[in-house]
């Protein structure tokens, strides 16, 4: 399993930012994949997940309404657009094959400040 994402970087609070992550190495289309994100002296946490046909969604409730999922399956890659940034958003985003962070690889930074 690889999984690199990408699109992190520094945005002001009510930006937005739309991450990617190439899969390779496994049937990605047959994989529900993950978001998840780690903020400085935290723990991992899990931000949303898709259904391998992109029909289900589901957000932390931190990411409800602010953040979108989609995937690509054509393209093996996922996105997590996030509007509406707050500091608190910032970390390190990973995607993964499964929920607790499974298979993720460096990660992409986001930064969320003034």
């Known amino acids: 399993v690889q999984l690199q994402a990408s699109g992190g970087g520094w945005v002001q609070p009510g930006g937005s930012l739309r991450l990617s992550c190439r899969a390779s190495?496994?049937?990605?289309?047959?994989?529900?994949m993950y978001w998840l994100r780690q903020a400085p002296g935290k723990e991992l946490e899990w931000v949303s997940t898709?259904?391998?046909?992109?029909?289900?969604?589901v957000y932390a409730d931190s990411a409800k309404g602010r953040f979108t999922v989609s995937r690509d399956n054509a393209q093996n890659t996922v996105y997590l657009l996030m509007n509406n940034l707050k500091p608190e958003d910032t970390g390190l985003y990973y995607c993964?094959?499964?929920?607790?962070?499974?298979?993720r690889g460096q990660g992409t930074q986001v930064t969320v400040s003034s």
């Open positions: 190495g496994f049937t990605f289309s047959k994989n529900w």
């Open positions: 993964a094959i499964d929920s607790r962070g499974g298979g």
């Open positions: 898709i259904n391998i046909n992109g029909q289900y969604t």
